[in-house]
DNA sequence: AACATAAGCAACCGCTCCGTT
DNA sequence: CAACGGAGCGGTTGCTTATGT
């Protein structure tokens, strides 16, 4: 026996919503809220709707302060590094954006910017329509950063390694190591917690590092003034976006690090 | 103008997570 | 501790629009 359907399928609107559907839907959130239970809300709202679906027309176009149209340059950046650090975690990186939802940018990688990034493959292209060249401009989604950090949602105590995917290198990379610095040894390594000093930080903080390119058969990842290396390239994800990262050594930075990588002296 | 095809995007589906009982 | 149920998420679908023949 399967789990029981979340609402009365025979008796639920499906498809497009209406413009009736949605004022009816922002004036009720507008005056009682959602009341923490989407569940119940269609049918407090007068709306022949699964719960699931009045969140969904919430969150992805009716919820104010939406962004629509035109994504900036600095907007692919934040994705392509975010892409790159985490993978389709959507959400995720929709919470770096202000304004902009997940389902938006995952249909905004999906159709566009997966392809700027990869420079257009002639199988996917309109059939008619004059072969584009690779974006003469791609390599300013990765600029040479060292350290930029992004908020994540997630409270300082929890782990971050459910955050990065299996296939993903930083899986494979310790999660201690050591560097010099001003003639002394550092310890750094991934801790639980945030780089505040104080603790109880309520966000958990991530700092992009350069993916360094290749040494024999390893991935090299380098930032913040260290150098890690990968012994195992099982990461698989978007092969097409791998090899053109990897071709691009010396313009594509990686991310190496969780700012919770904390320094401490030996 | 009519048709074919690709692109774009809103919405759905099904799964997992997590809080509650 | 297990079962249940709601919220949230990512993948996918399918409709609409744009573009070329």
């Known amino acids: 026996m399967g789990r029981a359907p979340c609402c009365d399928k025979a008796n639920v609107k499906k498809g497009p919503w209406s413009p009736e559907e949605d004022t009816k839907l922002k004036e009720f959130i507008d005056k009682n809220g959602t009341g923490g239970n989407w569940i119940a809300l269609p049918q407090k709202a007068g709306l022949k709707r699964c719960g699931k679906s009045c969140r969904l027309r919430w969150l992805n176009y009716l919820r104010p302060n939406l962004k629509h149209g035109e994504f900036s340059e600095e907007e692919d950046r934040i994705i392509c590094n975010l892409f790159a650090a985490i993978g389709s975690r959507w959400s995720i990186i929709a919470s770096q954006l202000p304004g902009r939802t997940d389902n938006d940018i995952k249909n905004y990688w999906n159709t566009k910017l997966k392809k700027k990034l990869l420079g257009i493959t002639s199988t996917s292209q309109r059939k008619t329509k004059p072969q584009q060249p690779a974006d003469p401009d791609q390599h300013l989604l990765f600029p040479s950063i060292t350290h930029q950090e992004i908020h994540l949602p997630t409270v300082g105590s929890q782990s971050l390694a459910p955050l990065i995917p299996d296939q993903h290198p930083l899986q494979h990379l310790p999660y201690h190591g050591t560097r010099e610095s001003n003639g002394s040894m550092i310890t750094f390594g991934i801790d639980q917690g945030c780089s505040s000093s104080e603790g109880n930080c309520s966000t ?63």
């Open 204 to 266: 958990t903080q991530l700092n992009y590092g350069n993916y360094g390119g290749m040494k024999d058969d390893r991935l090299i990842f380098s930032g913040g003034g260290f150098e890690i290396e990968s012994t195992e390239l099982e990461y698989n994800y978007e092969e097409e976006l791998k090899q053109l990262l990897i071709s691009n050594t010396t313009i594509s930075p990686w991310i190496l690090s969780l700012n919770s990588i904390t320094d401490y002296k030996n």
